[in-house]
């Protein structure tokens, strides 16, 4: 099945790692992870022209996780392989779903690789990594100031405790990076962790509409989500009560891909329709949002960041 919309490229920066998988009682698991390359994965896998400029090592490791991307259709951008960087970024995920990370700063950015000037309809930015360290910071925001008058942008803040020191020194880049994003995609977990547990979810996604985006999302696990737009519409959207769940790793960057793959099909990709999406009506945020739970469901009922193709759609 072919994907609806108009041509061109969703390009993704971020990492790509391993993520090691501990489920109690079991060996470790390495699958490819990283919450970029999830996300380019899922937009792949639904026959969109993902590209992800990130950096990968030569090692097998490093190997593994580019054939497991290519092989779904993912194009990395060329520069991304690390010749001289002989171990992979790797993220040890307990069953507590904290991370904890093992990650040579020398991986830090300067991304991206892509040649300035590049175009993409929709750009995609959801690695704490690359939003956090500096330099990393400073060349996403450059990224997303240069791609404003071409590209949707979407990001997903991903807190990161262990790499984004206090929730008040992310609060303030994750607003910033915000305020020049047209689509936010976070967790109850994550805004929790970035606004304190009395935190009040809607007033959160509020105040992201007031810095300037036009659609906010939180996901909720087996509660489902809950959007808000610029255009003053609230929806919520319960997850399948039925899921059978093997493993929720890579859910909410599957959930991400289907916002994006929806925008799409929607013709709500570039910023010549900016204000196209501050104008959505309920119907297509409806239509947005529940393709994307029906993709994070499919996701958390197998193991691993293993989003459907667009033929495995009910
Ligand atoms: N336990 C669950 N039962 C059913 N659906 C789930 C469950 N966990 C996640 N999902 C689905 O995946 C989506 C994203 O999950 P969530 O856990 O909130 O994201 P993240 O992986 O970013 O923490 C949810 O909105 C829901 O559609
Ligand atoms: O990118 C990371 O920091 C961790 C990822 O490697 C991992 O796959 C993950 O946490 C996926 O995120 P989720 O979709 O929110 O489960």
Known sequence: MSAPGRPGTALVIGEALVDVVIHPGAEPVDIPGGSPANVALGLARLGRDAELDCWIATDPRGRAIRSHLEASGVRLTPGADAAERTSTAQATIGADRAATYVFDLDWNPPYPHRPEGAEAPLLVHTGS??????????????VLRDHR????????????????GSPEQAREIVEGLI????????????????????????????????LGAAVVVVTRGKKGALALTSSG?????????????????????????GLEDALWSEDLVGADRREALHALDAAALERIVRHAAAIADITVSRAGANPPTRDELP
């Not at 009040?200 to 509409?209: G, H, Q």
């Open 129 to 142: 990594i690359a939003a956090i360290l500096e330099p990393g910071r400073a060349t996403v925001e450059q």
């Open 149 to 164: 008058e071409t590209s949707t942008i979407c990001y997903d803040p991903n807190a990161r405790p262990q790499l984004m």
């Open 179 to 210: 305020a020049l994003t047209d689509l936010v995609k976070c967790s109850d977990e994550d805004i929790t962790w970035l606004y304190g547990a009395d935190a009040d979810l809607e007033s959160v996604l509020r105040d992201w509409l007031g």
């Open 233 to 257: 519409l609230r929806l919520e959207v319960p997850a399948d009560p039925d899921v059978v769940v093997a493993d929720t790793v890579g859910a909410g960057d599957s959930f991400m891909g």
